[in-house]
């Protein structure tokens, strides 16, 4: 693409230095910020080349330029800061941001005489020293009861002023009763002694508990020495307080000292990115991040974008980081490497496992709200087609089926939400009515399935299929009539032929089109309803023909029938069977029966 001419003396004095650049677009918006070791070669590659060798959207990006500012630092780690800063200021539309709509809490330590210390999810600059974000509130409580187990601190907010203590004007309270508070504001504990604590608990939350260890064997040691033994008591239990929260961390070596965990995985425009923060060999901090590719950025740039970012929220200078890709960071003193055994190798994988679930989750999430989505879009557009109140979340349609009048059935089937419901699928024997008679089949098992719902007081469905003509369908509709709740709830019939839906009381179908979704929900809840009730009808079938050919039997009872027409469809069914698997079902004596009686027979 041709530079535009206001931009080309621009773009060609341009230094041949590490920077920031900015786009414009024509109402002055800023629409992208990029990095670059070279402000000359990368501002100028995005005009050299022609729009079909960039993508769609970077193409739209390119084409959107009116104007470009451009900022020079001392190196590439610098452009690197400054890039991550003014995209979080003023999220331009182009650039990737990291999706993080959770608000995390942080454990703060308030810039005031004898400090306070507590959790807030509110940042306030300058109202303390903040620590975190912790990423789950079962940590962040966990720490927070060490604290609380291993000092004692004020949770008042009265102005401890040295002027309103010497003056007495505040008195001691239930906390110091407790043994809660120790009393600074009556002056029963000194600001050093305050402080003290206060710097140890600065070094648990920064994950040093080694210092806050020695700190305690310290104090034991020296009152055990001068035969204080209640006190030494006090500073062993505080100690092994420290080692028992260690032991409920995740502690890989405490000799790996510290380090930076950074994994990194893909799914089509998004990446996921999860940060380890290892002290003193000690998990503290694991966090996991999605990414969303917005123009051509590689892998190595989304990781390196996600580094900045996290060791910033996360207040991390540590030297080294560990992760599952070559980089070079661009910070001086700063390593990256791939380990490839040991600890820091089970670290890698800690990490790595924590980022593939959290994809896994995001994509069935994902899945899930899509699928979702579908099934109100096609709900709404068969609430439309077939001009009905309301969506149609639940479907019943019915069918009969019989051979010659022979073993009337008949079958309920039910789809919630465009699905089949296999729990809520229902069997009918036909009681009243003798012979062929589907109109009169219809009416009763209409009848029978919604006069129970009204007895045992369950919804009705929102939508009635009857798989059949007008005959059937107003046959069902009287069935409503007689139940009192014609008219609450839609019914429609469908015929096989031309696949006209009908609707009472109106002579005149409506046809769908062929590829309407609307009319392949119903054509597949209709051939649902028409397969379970053929199933049904066979199986009740063979059950007759089974019953037929043991009525001569003697020598076995009611039980033992009804295991045989359990587990058997026909007479050659059983005369084929394994005679052990027989002899289990049966017993010896009763199978011998039966096999005699079926051979004789025959």
Not at 446 to 467: M, N
Request: net charge positive; glycine share 6%.
């Amino acid at each position: 693409m041709p530079i535009a001419e206001h931009l080309k003396d621009q773009v060609s004095n341009l230094p041949d230095l590490p920077g920031v650049y900015k786009y414009f677009d024509k109402s002055s918006q800023l629409i992208y910020v990029g990095k670059a070791k070279s402000l000359k070669k990368r501002v100028s590659s995005y005009f050299t080349k022609g729009y079909s060798q960039w993508d769609r959207k970077t193409a739209r990006l390119v084409s959107q330029i009116e104007r470009l500012e451009f900022t020079v630092v001392d190196s590439e780690y610098d452009a690197l800061l400054l890039e991550n800063s003014l995209i979080k200021q003023h999220q331009p539309k182009y650039n990737v941001m990291l999706k993080d709509d959770k608000s995390y809490p942080f454990i703060v330590i308030t810039n005031e005489r004898f400090p306070k210390i507590y959790s807030t999810r509110r940042v306030i600059p300058g109202h303390g020293q903040y620590f975190g974000p912790y990423a789950s509130v079962r940590t962040i409580n966990a720490l927070l009861e060490l604290i609380h187990n291993l000092f004692t601190f004020r949770t008042c907010s009265l102005n401890l002023s040295k002027a309103n203590i010497d003056s007495g004007k505040f008195k001691i309270c239930l906390e110091y009763h407790l043994g809660n508070c120790k009393g600074p504001c009556e002056n029963r504990q000194t600001e050093e002694d305050y402080m003290l604590e206060v710097e140890q608990t600065r070094l648990i939350l920064k994950g040093r508990l080694g210092i806050a260890k020695q700190f305690f064997k310290k104090q034991m040691n020296t009152w055990a020495e001068a035969l204080e033994f209640e006190k030494a008591q006090w500073a062993k239990q505080k100690l092994e307080r420290i080692e028992q929260y260690q032991s409920d961390s995740v502690m890989v070596n405490p000799e790996l000292g510290d380090l930076d965990v950074f994994t990194i995985t893909e799914h089509e425009n998004a990446a996921f990115v999860n940060y380890l923060q290892v002290v003193e060999g000690n998990v503290c901090n694991t966090f996991t991040v999605e990414l969303q590719r917005k123009l051509e950025e590689t892998q190595e740039e989304l990781l390196l974008m996600a580094m900045v970012e996290l060791r910033r929220k996360f207040m991390s200078d540590h030297s080294e980081i560990l992760c599952n890709m070559e980089l070079e960071f661009p910070q001086p003193g700063i390593t990256v490497f791939v380990p490839q055994r040991g600890d820091k190798r089970r670290l890698l994988e800690l990490s790595l496992k924590n980022v593939l679930f959290y994809k896994k989750e995001k994509i069935s999430r994902a899945i899930e709200q899509n699928n979702e989505s579908r099934s109100d879009r096609l709900l709404a557009r068969m609430q439309n087609d077939l001009k009905i109140k309301n969506p149609p979340k639940r479907i019943e349609c019915f069918d009969n089926s019989n051979i010659q009048g022979t073993n009337p059935v008949a079958a309920m089937v039910c789809f919630i939400d465009g699905k089949p419901a296999k729990k809520e699928y229902r069997h009918y024997h036909i009681k009243t009515v003798v012979g062929s008679d589907d109109f009169a089949s219809m009416f009763e098992i209409v009848s029978r399935r919604y006069k129970r719902r009204l007895d045992e007081k369950e919804t009705l469905p929102d939508l009635i299929v009857i798989d059949g003509g007008k005959g059937q369908l107003g046959m069902a509709c009287e069935a409503l009539k007689g139940l009192g709740i014609y008219g609450q709830v839609p019914i429609i019939g469908i015929a096989k032929r031309l696949e006209e839906i009908y609707y009472p009381e109106d002579p005149v179908p409506l046809h769908l089109d062929k590829k309407s979704e609307t009319l392949r929900v119903i054509q597949h809840i209709r051939d649902e309803a028409h397969r379970f009730a053929i199933t049904f009808h066979r199986d009740t079938r063979s059950k007759k023909g089974l019953e037929t050919a043991l009525s001569g039997v003697k020598g076995l009872g009611p039980k033992a029938l009804s295991l045989i027409y359990k587990n058997f469809k026909s007479a050659q069914s059983i005369t084929l069977a394994d005679k052990p698997k027989l002899e289990e079902l049966l017993g010896k004596a009763k199978a011998d029966i039966l096999l005699n009686y079926l051979f004789e027979k025959e």
